[in-house]
């Protein structure tokens, strides 16, 4: 064994404090950054908002698309849904909405209009931080994990991406077409299939939920998440892989609230001085 001298000796121990100093420091940052990265697994959740105009449509002609909330009787979504696009077309006429830079969420009236939706809904009138109900969060196990990418492939490889205006002569038409070969769709066809494919499969309704993002191109986009107990992950028809939602690369815009069929929830609500940019549908980039 080779002697070690005092001079180098006393050198070693000095750069091994520091480094246990380091270490200690480092570990730290990492405790921090993981807590920080834990809390970005899920998407945060802003004040409670009018459901878009289309998804409302979609939910008296097809309930069973909506139902999250452990009420899920069709007579009473139906009727929720009506009344709610009465009060909102209601609104419209009276010119309560102006122009689109009062609708920051397409098909949807502002935050500040939603106390005006019916009497049977004030108590989702006032504005909360956070939704009181959180979704129904599944275990990402490696089984799941397979189903999501499964749905998500078989979808986006048979539904042909079109415009409403091409496939319904409409502008806005929300609908799970069925997953035929040449059945065509727009983003949201795509997330609401995808959702009746999984709840065949035996994923819980309150843990998927619709979301409307805007894309780097600054396109409206559609997309299906699901809450899980490592995060909420991303079913999109322009990607192939199920994604954390913090790694879309998208500003995340409006999502349904948990436990609740017909209401949203805002996630990055633009300042009310920032006019709406102009919209445009994302469906075949």
Known sequence: MTRINKYAKSHLLAFATITAALGGLYAGTGIAADRSSLQATFLPAGRQIAAPTAFLEMCSRSPEDCQQSAQPEAARIVSLARQAMVEKYELAFTHQIKDSAQDPVPGAVTPAQWPRLGANRQDNATPASAP???????????????????????????????????????????????????????????????????????????ALSLAIVRTRFNEDHAVLVVATKQGDFVLDNLAYRVRPWQKTGYYWVSRQAPGDDLAWVSLAPAPASTPAPAIHVAYNR
């Open 132 to 206: 009181a109900a959180d979704y129904d969060r599944i275990d990402l196990d490696s089984d799941t994990m397979a189903t999501l990418k499964a749905v998500n492939n078989r979808v986006n490889r048979t539904l042909i991406a079109d415009t409403d205006a091409r496939v319904y002569n409409v502008n806005d038409y929300w609908d799970a077409p069925a997953l035929t070969p040449g059945a065509r769709g727009d983003c949201e066809d795509f997330a609401l299939i995808k959702r009746r494919l999984l709840i065949a499969q035996g994923i819980p309704a309150a």
